[in-house]
C-alpha cells in the first residue's frame, strides 16, 4: 500500500468513525454518548497515529531489524503519549468518567487497528 492510497483510506476511515459517532449521538438523544472533549480526543489521536504510521514506514524501508524496532517503537510511543492524554482529559472532565473512558480506548483500538492493518499490508508489498 503505498503512502498516498493509504491516506486516502485513512481520512476515509476516520470520516466514517466521525459520522458514526455523530449518528450515534444523535440516535441516543439525551443519553450522553460523547464526552465534552471527544472531537479533541478525536483529533488528537488522528494526529498520533499517523506519526507513528510514517515513524514505522521509515522504520521498515530501512529494512532487516530496524523495521522490527520502529513498528514496536511506534506503537509504544503512541502508547505512552495516548495515555498520557488521557489521564490528562481525566482530570479536566467533570462529567461521567467511564463514558469517558469507553470513548477514549474505543478510538484508541479503532485508530490503532487501521494503523497496523496498514502496516502489514506496506510489509506484505515489501516481500513480495
Known sequence: MEIKRFLYAYFGFAGVIA??????????GDFEVLVKHFWVMFFYLLVLTLIAFFVSVLGVRKGGQMGV?????????????????????????SGNLITLALNF???YLVFTIFEVVGLLRILRRLEK
Not at 19 to 28: G, H, M, T
Not at 69 to 89: D, E, P, S, T, W
Open 69 to 93: 524496532a520502529a513498528i514496536m517503537g511506534g506503537l509504544l510511543i503512541k502508547l505512552v503519549f495516548a495515555l498520557a492524554f488521557f489521564l490528562f482529559l481525566r482530570y479536566q472532565h
Open 19 to 28: 459520522l458514526i459517532s455523530v449518528a450515534l449521538q444523535w440516535v441516543c
Open 105 to 107: 480506548f474505543c478510538l
